[in-house]
T-cell receptor
Framework: RKEVEQDPGPFNVPEGATVAFNCTYS??????FFWYRQDCRKEPKLLMS???SGNEDGRFTAQLNRASQYISLLIRDSKLSDSATYLC??????????FGPGTRLSVLP | NAGVMQNPRHLVRRRGQEARLRCSPM?????VYWYRQLPEEGLKFMVY????????ESGMPKERFSAEFPKEGPSILRIQQVVRGDSAAYFC??????????????FGPGTRLTVL
């Protein structure tokens, strides 16, 4: 089993749609969790950290379920500019960052 | 506060030559990570360094690849005798010392290596 797994994608959704990405991790000792986005031929950029209580940033909501070792990202009212690959990142103890393979999102006009 | 800097942004080498990729972390960051991304593939961890120490090199190919992060100057990823399969984007990321604020990684713009 891979350390971090994500929905295979791609997701093709119309503008305005709500889309959810799922991520699971295998290391129960993982300490912190993040979502990054990566545009084509660009570097990954931090989208948001994921906290146990869940957190929201505008149209983006992230949730963490430690018991199930599961992280989610919800995007509401999708924009064309949301088209990108979304990377789930898990950090174990000692700065060991593990990236998931990514889920590609295409928001269509 | 300048972000993570990488140079060169683009590098072209012929088979058998050496490639040197440089990464300057964000100010105050003492951890550097190198990743490789092949076209249409995900990020693959290569190596994690702190100043003058290699902490985890489990993702580094056993031959031809080496990395360093000297006391002074940028981190260097060195690829000797490059082959066509080394063509990829190489990203560097940095993070602050553990326990100092967030443990988030910040990425540089990457170096795109093309081997002819």
């Amino acid at each position: 089993r891979k350390e971090v797994e994500q929905d295979p994608g791609p997701f093709n959704v119309p503008e305005g749609a709500t889309v959810a990405f799922n991520c699971t991790y295998s290391n129960s000792a993982s300490q912190s969790f993040f979502w990054y986005r990566q545009d084509c031929r660009k570097e990954p950029k931090l989208l948001m950290s994921v906290y146990s209580s869940g957190n929201e940033d505008g149209r983006f909501t992230a949730q963490l379920n430690r018991a199930s070792q599961y992280i989610s990202l919800l995007i509401r009212d999708s924009k064309l500019s949301d088209s990108a690959t979304y990377l789930c990142v898990v950090n174990g103890y000692g700065q060991n960052f593990v990236f998931g393979p990514g889920t590609r999102l295409s928001v269509l006009p | 506060n300048a972000g993570v800097m990488q140079n060169p942004r683009h590098l072209v080498r012929r088979r058998g030559q050496e490639a040197r990729l440089r990464c300057s972390p964000m100010k105050g960051h003492s951890h550097v990570y190198w990743y490789r991304q092949l076209p249409e593939e995900g990020l693959k961890f290569m190596v994690y360094l702190q100043k003058e120490n290699i902490i985890d090199e489990s993702g580094m190919p056993k031959e031809r690849f080496s990395a360093e992060f000297p006391k002074e100057g940028p981190s260097i990823l060195r690829i000797q005798q490059v082959v066509r399969g080394d063509s990829a984007a190489y990203f560097c990321a940095s993070s602050p010392p553990a326990g100092v604020g967030t443990d988030t990684q910040y990425f540089g713009p990457g170096t795109r290596l093309t081997v002819l």
